[in-house]
């Protein structure tokens, strides 16, 4: 089967500084590869690349066997190739569902057809209660949640994630979890993940990898990056040690369960 996406020896430079450096992988259909690594390894940067943001230097990028390192964001997004940053990028003036259908600016979808797909896309990450607020309004944390869902909107063969979850609450963290592994099951949804919140990502992802100085330096299955001397060198820390992975996810959440809380919302 062919890979949802390939890439083969993509660099990128900063003036002096080597931030991507042949760096070679493929990504299976309905399959999930986290990626990690100490700041400034150039996970971001990938990202970037990969998202049309960046223009690579050199090499390869197919996406269903398409060459796609000349089209920009907005020509990816229409391919199926979306996109979540560290900091949610929302129109905080815009409600909830004006937030998701801007994501279909580009597409030619009906407009009670974007309105249905809005709203039942605000019902699986449980900001259905939300939709006529401004984005504004909702936490930290709902507000990851929201550009998820507005990612999903284009229905997506590839959805890259920074950062997801960072800073979020847990239990909206577990419910996140829990949509993006429905997600890559139900939709068969392929992601790229870079986090720092290692047994999250662990507990998600089948395949790792690694990357240090713009270089991949290990890539497997989390036991096998985890035990990579490499790795636990450059960013897990261990002298000779093993890094304790959880590979049990986040305890179940309901949709709804977080919003019950007293005080406000969670972040």
Known sequence: MEPVLQVDSLSKRFGSIVALERVSFALEAGTILGLIGPNGSGK?????????????????????????????????????????????RVFHTLTVTQNMLVSLVHARVHSAEAQERARQLLTFVGLERYQALPASELSGGQQKLLEFARALMTEPRLVLMDEPFGGVHPEIKALLLERIREAQQERQV?????????????????????????????????????EHPDVIAAYLGHAGGQAQIQTSPSSPVSSSSYFEQAGGHPS
């Open 44 to 88: 971001t940067t990938l990202l970037n690349t990969l998202n049309g943001l960046y223009r690579p230097d050199s090499g390869e990028i197919r996406y269903l066997g398409r060459p796609t390192r000349n089209l920009r964001p907005h020509q990816l997004a229409l391919l199926g190739i979306s996109r979540t940053f560290q900091n949610a």
């Open 190 to 226: 392929s992601f790229i993940i870079v986090s720092h919140e290692i047994p999250d990502l662990l507990s998600l992802a089948r395949t790792i990898i690694c990357m240090s100085y713009g270089r991949i330096i290990a890539r497997g299955s989390p036991q096998e990056v985890s």
